[in-house]
């Protein structure tokens, strides 16, 4: 729905900060992501998002952890050849989502557009049914709500923007 010239969305939310794990490798390879994977099962690490892409035999995994859990991947991925020289970090991040509920396409072009003119940079996008998310700096979640709030009508009682409290599962 449009409403002078502002669409109508569900709501936006900003994460805790993140760290952005980066693998790249090729398809020929003994598949360093599956070992990722089996290193943050037995850490007990929870991937926010992942995303998977490929060009030709190339292979980019990157992974978003809480900032707490970097140093549990650090430490023992030393001990892994196929993933010490492979695996990078990007630090100070924050995923952003724009739930676009029943809205168009247009909801991707105007938050690229509101990013683009205060110079938020995007280093990573995903989307499902409900959500559009994207990887930024953590300092810039603020002036991104704020340059989003120019292209989009948020409802009435809309929540808050930035989580109040982090869950974390323990064993008993």
């Known amino acids: 729905m449009v409403e002078n010239d502002k669409l109508r ?3 936006i939310k900003y994460s805790g900060g993140i760290v952005q794990a980066n693998l790249n490798y090729t398809a020929s390879e003994t598949d360093p992501g599956r070992l990722l994977f089996r290193l943050f099962t037995v850490q007990k690490i ?3 998002m992942i995303t998977h892409n490929t060009k030709g035999d190339e292979i980019y995994l990157s992974c978003c952890v809480s900032n707490n859990d970097r140093q ?3 430490y023992p991925i030393e001990g892994y050849d196929t993933l010490k020289n492979r695996i990078w970090f990007r630090e100070e ?7 676009p509920h029943k809205s168009r396409i247009h909801v991707l072009g105007y938050t690229l557009k509101a990013f683009s003119n205060v110079e938020i ?5 995903a989307t499902s049914i409900s ?3 994207f990887v930024t700096r953590y300092q ?3 002036k991104a709500v704020e340059a989003l709030k120019s292209y989009f009508i948020l409802p ?4 808050p923007f930035k989580p109040e409290f982090h869950v974390k599962q323990i064993q008993p």
């Open 9 to 11: 969305i569900g709501g």
């Open 140 to 142: 810039f979640m603020e």
């Open 131 to 133: 959500a559009i998310t």
């Open 46 to 48: 929870n991937a926010s």
């Open 121 to 125: 940079p995007v280093y990573a996008m």
């Open 93 to 99: 991040l924050g995923l952003l989502s724009i739930f």
């Open 72 to 74: 549990k991947i650090e």
């Open 156 to 159: 009435d009682h809309h929540t």
